[in-house]
């Protein structure tokens, strides 16, 4: 009789904690580049609409687990421009160098977009490396 009452007590909590989910979506993901499949090996990828923006610390094999808060409490389902923050060097001259094309310095400026689903688990976000190589970002060119 006890087990039973402890089994229904723990069953009835989980269907509580389901129906009382919040509607986050716990998404995870890999940044690669889109020449060569590569991961991007670290930065910050970061969605954002007009209100609302949610960010990912990029680990060394380029996954990611995106958060609105936290690193893992997820973001609501919707439509998010993409950005990627943070990927830049410092070369040997001082020089700052962006491994990435200057265009996902900013979610308004990569043109680049997803779509976030309740079902949505995991996301690749391809990106382009900088057209500018190392050397001629040294030059000025």
Do not use: H
């Not at 979506?25 to 090996?41: E, M, Y």
């Not at 310095?105 to 900088?130: A, C, H, Q, Y």
């Amino acid at each position: 009789m006890t087990r039973r009452i402890l089994i229904s007590v723990l069953y009835f909590c989980f269907l509580l904690f389901l129906g009382c989910s919040n509607g986050q979506v716990g998404l995870s993901g890999k940044i690669v580049f889109s020449d060569d499949g590569s991961p991007l090996t670290f930065g910050t990828v970061c969605l954002a609409t007009s209100t609302f923006q949610a960010k990912g610390e990029i680990k060394n094999n380029g996954s990611f687990t995106m958060g609105s808060i936290g690193a893992i409490d997820g973001i609501p389902p919707g439509t998010y421009n993409v950005g990627i923050l943070g990927v830049t060097e410092e070369l040997n001259d001082g020089t700052i160098y962006s491994l990435l094309d200057p265009k996902w310095n900013s979610p308004s400026t990569s043109g680049f977009s997803v779509t976030i689903e309740k079902t949505t688990k995991n996301l690749e976000i391809k990106v382009d490396r900088n057209p500018v190589t190392r050397e001629q970002s040294k030059s000025g060119n």
